[in-house]
């Protein structure tokens, strides 16, 4: 089975920081282009943040600046720092990777938030009050 496990959400206080984490197993997920998205209540899912089998990233407008993605490969593991949060940043956060491979290196950087994803986290919620 292929699994992804998402952790840490909660509720802070806008300003402050979280470190979401997922868990990853039945494939190694620092093989593949992998990030996370986000949805609020009433709008659509907003992809935020891809990291690439090369290791490097891309954020959403939104978010850069103050989250950063990291991968563990040891633990086949995930992570979302996110820093300075604010109320806009309130929403249920996803992991997601694609395991085809079809998005590699700099096509992962720029597509990634456009393609279909068949593995997801159940997601974890994040809600920043002012």
């Known amino acids: 089975q292929v699994q992804l496990v998402e952790s840490g959400g909660g509720s802070v206080q806008a300003g402050g920081s979280l470190r979401l984490s997922c868990a990853a197993s039945?494939?190694?997920?620092?093989?593949?282009?992998a990030g996370w998205f986000r949805q609020a209540p009433e709008k659509e899912r907003e992809g935020i943040a891809v990291i690439g089998d090369d290791g490097l990233t891309n954020f959403a407008n939104s978010v850069k600046g103050r989250f950063t993605i990291s991968k563990d490969n040891a633990k086949n593991t995930l992570y979302l720092q996110m820093n300075n949060l604010k109320p806009e940043d309130t929403g249920t956060y996803y992991c997601?990777?694609?395991?085809?491979?079809?998005?590699?290196?700099?096509?992962?950087?720029?597509?990634?938030?456009?393609?279909?994803?068949?593995?997801w986290g159940q997601g974890t919620q994040v809600t920043v009050s002012s």
């Open positions: 997601a990777a694609d395991f085809t491979g079809r998005t590699s290196g700099l096509l992962c950087r720029k597509s990634f938030f456009e393609v279909d994803l068949d593995y």
């Open positions: 039945g494939k190694v997920v620092g093989s593949y282009c």
